[in-house]
């Protein structure tokens, strides 16, 4: 038989209509449409748990993106050191941001450090202004070399770093000295922007520090840096102390990187220490000496290492250092017309270490029976700069102040510390 007669074959054409015909019938009565397409074939029909499990999914969804920039801040304390750990909150996980900077901010800085000989009145103000800050303290006698105290003194012997700003206090007297830049005449930095030297000081200004290197030139910046001690040991006879370095080639990015940023240059609190005290006593570079026992205290000579030739220019930049402390980066170290403090902040990543953010401060007082210089250096990530920097040796010469360490002060300013203000408008220059 063939297959269009196999009876068989008819009767399943007859079961399947039967079937199709019940489902029909059985649509019409439930109230089901009554056409069948074949779109519809294996489709079901959503429970309502099903549909509230997709509108739960939904509002997850909208909750996930609301909040996923919000950042939390935690901080755990391991071997005695704080660390701050930054995360994102994830909707089913949390995702960890790695800090690019591998030095902690805070730590205990006194660990390890001998006190033997120090001036313990000027540790003492020096200690609690630090805090539980990662960074150093180096306080000076200016008129001999005398280091009075140091804190963190491993930080302070072996930290040698890029000076960042502060080298602009080298850069200015080079220039001075060379007769390239005249401290009163404004230089363009910008289409409609002058600044002269005082407001470069004050306010760190890179572009024009920058052009004094490119007038400089290389080989005249490493002269005067090796004049002022860079690349040597700043004290006498003081074990572990490093020497620095000095490039002997311009950096990638030039000279005025070197002469704005300190790039190619790396230096100890130490030599900058030795930097502004000369600054302060009107040129004599003196070996910094730390007495280890009351006897040597007694017997202390001061060692002259050079005399520099900076007297009639340190007039020049003071008001520059001072106008720092009033209205400049350095405004943290909180201005006082009876006791002025001369400063300049330095603020930048290591890039020998770039894990390694700084925060430098080098600063003087003008005013009193005792001369002090007071250096910062802070170590870290978040947290550390110049300004903040200024603020802890403020608190140094402020907590100094309370005790009377510096003797009586007079009832007047000289004029020739007045730092120069804008005479059309009574406000500090540059502002």
């Not at 755990?76 to 941001?97: K, N, P, S």
């Not at 401290?183 to 004094?212: C, W």
């Not at 009639?312 to 909180?334: C, Q, S």
């Amino acid at each position: 038989l063939g297959k269009r007669d196999c009876p068989m074959r008819s009767l399943a054409r007859l079961a399947g209509l039967a079937v199709c015909l019940s489902f029909f019938c059985a649509s019409v009565l439930m109230g089901a449409p009554t056409s069948i397409t074949t779109s519809d074939v294996g489709k079901t029909v959503p429970s309502k748990k099903h549909k509230k499990l997709k509108r739960r999914r939904r509002r997850h969804i909208v909750a996930h993106r609301r909040r996923r920039h919000r950042r939390v801040v935690h901080t755990t304390t391991r071997a005695g050191v704080i660390h701050t750990v930054r995360h994102r909150r994830h909707w089913r996980h949390r995702r960890y941001r790695r800090s690019p900077w591998d030095t902690p901010t805070y730590a205990d800085s006194t660990l390890g450090d001998r006190t033997e000989g120090e001036d313990l009145e000027v540790r003492k103000a020096a200690v609690e202004a630090l805090g539980r800050h990662n960074g150093a303290i180096v306080a000076v006698d200016p008129e001999t070399g005398r280091i009075l105290s140091i804190v963190n003194q491993k930080l302070a012997l072996t930290g040698a770093y890029e000076p960042c700003s502060t080298v602009k206090l080298v850069i200015s007297l080079a220039a001075l000295s060379e007769g390239i830049v005249n401290p009163l005449a404004e230089v363009r930095i910008g289409r409609r922007s002058y600044i002269d030297m005082t407001q470069a000081l004050a306010h760190s200004n890179n572009f024009y520090f920058a052009k004094l290197g490119e007038k400089l030139g290389f080989a005249r910046v490493v002269e005067y840096a090796k004049m002022f001690g860079l690349g040597q040991r700043a004290g006498f006879d003081i074990p572990g102390e490093s020497p620095g370095s000095v490039a002997n080639e311009p950096p990638r990015l030039g000279v005025g990187r070197m002469t704005s940023f300190g790039t190619g240059i790396r230096w100890t609190p130490l030599q900058l220490a030795s930097v502004v005290s000369a600054i302060a006593n009107g040129g004599t570079l003196y070996y910094l000496q730390s007495p280890q026992t009351q006897e040597e205290v007694e017997k202390f000579i001061p060692r002259i290492k050079r005399q520099l030739n900076i007297d009639d220019l340190i007039p020049e930049i003071k008001p520059g250092l001072m106008g720092a402390v009033e209205y400049g980066t350095a405004r943290r170290a909180v201005y006082d017309p009876s006791q002025p403090i001369f400063g300049k902040t330095g603020t930048c990543t290591d890039t020998t270490n770039p894990g390694v953010h700084l925060g430098w401060f080098g600063s003087f007082t003008g005013v009193g029976n005792k001369k002090l210089v007071v250096v910062v250096l802070l170590t870290g990530g978040y947290g550390v700069s110049g300004p903040i920097a200024s603020g802890i040796g403020g608190r140094v010469y402020h907590y100094l102040e309370a005790e009377h360490y510096f003797g009586p002060q007079p009832t007047t300013v000289p004029t020739t510390l007045i730092s120069m203000r804008n005479p059309a408008d009574g406000g500090p220059a540059g502002q």
